[in-house]
């Protein structure tokens, strides 16, 4: 005689299911992975602030640049690969890390963000305790790139509801300096800005600020800094 297989009570079933589905809703919500609608500053009387320098002169401010080059990378949707890259340090650009967006978006403005890094790290030493220094990862370290904004560009609030204080472009650091990102165009109901970062996640533009502590917030301003700045090849 065969013996029954025992099954779960209905009840049990039930429950089991309703828990991944709010699992599954949760993670929804905080990957972003529902509809929601965009908005933009102009829906919150918000006027973008644009740049003096038009760096690599092709008619773009700096500031529209940075966004671009953001947006780019987004698009591109990098493989999230940290891994070392010698002969210069760059990786393929279906290929990266939360610090390519940054490069990345430099590039785009006509900086060459790992060059000024390298010089900086090589004048003062001592303001990078933590680089090795290797022209190849040291701008591709999220502490570095820290260090340098913090001598370079201005620090700005890191209140996520002074709305009016986040610019497309600008540059903030997450998570007592673990990650790192820039401002997107677009903003939640609330008027607060998306961010566009390569943490691996699916949606590279999106509404970060509700899992992700900001820890610093900087925009870049080459007005202020003429004598670091080295040009793309």
């Given at each position: 005689?065969?013996?029954?297989?025992?099954?779960?009570?209905?009840?049990?079933?039930?429950?089991?299911?309703?828990?991944?589905?709010?699992?599954?809703?949760?993670?929804?919500?905080?990957?972003?992975?529902?509809?929601?609608?965009?908005?933009?500053?102009?829906?919150?009387?918000?006027?973008?602030?644009?740049?003096?320098?038009?760096?690599?002169?092709?008619?773009?401010?700096?500031?529209?640049?940075?966004?671009?080059?953001?947006?780019?990378?987004?698009?591109?949707?990098?493989?999230?690969?940290?891994?070392?890259?010698?002969?210069?340090?760059?990786?393929?650009?279906?290929?990266?890390?939360?610090?390519?967006?940054?490069?990345?978006r430099f590039r785009e403005a006509g900086y060459?963000?790992?060059?000024?890094?390298?010089?900086?790290?090589?004048?003062?030493?001592?303001?990078?305790?933590?680089?090795?220094?290797?022209?190849?990862?040291?701008?591709?370290?999220?502490?570095?790139?820290?260090?340098?904004?913090?001598?370079?560009?201005?620090?700005?609030?890191?209140d996520i509801d002074d709305i009016s204080a986040?610019?497309?472009?600008?540059?903030?650091?997450?998570?007592?300096?673990?990650?790192?990102?820039?401002?997107?165009d677009y903003r939640n109901e609330k008027g607060?800005?998306?961010?566009?970062?390569?943490?691996?996640?699916?949606?590279?533009?999106?509404?970060?600020?509700?899992?992700?502590?900001?820890?610093?917030?900087?925009?870049?301003?080459?007005?202020?800094?003429?004598?670091?700045?080295?040009?793309?090849?």
């Open positions: 005689m065969r013996k029954r297989r025992s099954r779960l009570p209905v009840k049990v079933l039930i429950f089991i299911l309703a828990v991944l589905l709010m699992a599954g809703a949760y993670l929804a919500v905080r990957y972003n992975l529902l509809p929601a609608k965009k908005y933009t500053a102009a829906d919150f009387g918000i006027e973008v602030i644009r740049s003096s320098v038009d760096y690599d002169g092709d008619g773009i401010d700096d500031y529209a640049d940075f966004l671009a080059g953001a947006k780019k990378d987004a698009a591109n949707h990098p493989l999230y690969n940290g891994r070392y890259w010698g002969n210069g340090g760059y990786p393929d650009d279906n290929i990266g890390v939360c610090t390519d967006v940054i490069w990345r060459c963000l790992r060059d000024m890094v390298d010089n900086d790290i090589h004048a003062y030493p001592e303001e990078y305790p933590e680089a090795d220094p290797d022209i190849n990862i040291d701008f591709r370290r999220v502490n570095n790139l820290e260090h340098f904004f913090d001598r370079y560009a201005v620090s700005l609030t890191t986040w610019m497309p472009g600008d540059i903030v650091i997450f998570n007592e300096g673990t990650h790192i990102g820039i401002v997107s607060q800005v998306y961010i566009i970062h390569n943490g691996g996640q699916p949606n590279r533009d999106e509404d970060y600020l509700k899992r992700g502590t900001v820890y610093k917030h900087y925009r870049f301003d080459a007005s202020l800094v003429p004598d670091i700045l080295i040009a793309w090849y």
